[in-house]
């Protein structure tokens, strides 16, 4: 399975960014975004399920907004953006047969 994720990119803050990634299959469980900071371990940011049930890491809410296109295409609206939003965000699938992680792509956010 391929993750194919795009839209990050360079913004100013309290700007935004629009998120996607589209699997090569059908068979999804569910799919979500998670960052890695320099330093920091990769951490969960939201995912949303197969029947549209979503999850949001308390340091986004209210500012991102997880959806899904389909079932193999999910986005991340990125609003109010923060410098410490900085990282590199990836794309996540839950399959029947385990999990697939896509290349991962960069948000910076500064002035």
């Known amino acids: 399975v391929q993750l194919q994720a795009s839209g990050g990119g360079l913004v100013q803050p309290g700007g935004s960014l629009r998120l996607s990634c589209t699997a090569s299959?059908?068979?999804?469980?569910?799919m979500g975004w998670y960052r890695q900071a320099p330093g920091k371990q990769r951490e969960l940011v939201a995912t949303?399920?197969?029947?549209?049930?979503t999850n949001y890491a308390d340091f986004v809410k209210g500012r991102f907004t997880i959806s899904r296109d389909n079932v193999n295409t999910v986005n991340l609206q990125m609003n109010s953006l923060k410098p410490e939003d900085t990282a590199v965000y990836y794309c996540?699938?839950?399959?029947?047969?385990?999990?697939?992680w896509g290349q991962g792509t960069q948000v910076t956010v500064s002035s």
């Open positions: 299959t059908f068979s999804i469980d569910s």
């Open positions: 996540n699938a839950v399959l029947s047969l385990g999990t697939a």
């Open positions: 949303i399920t197969r029947g549209g049930n």
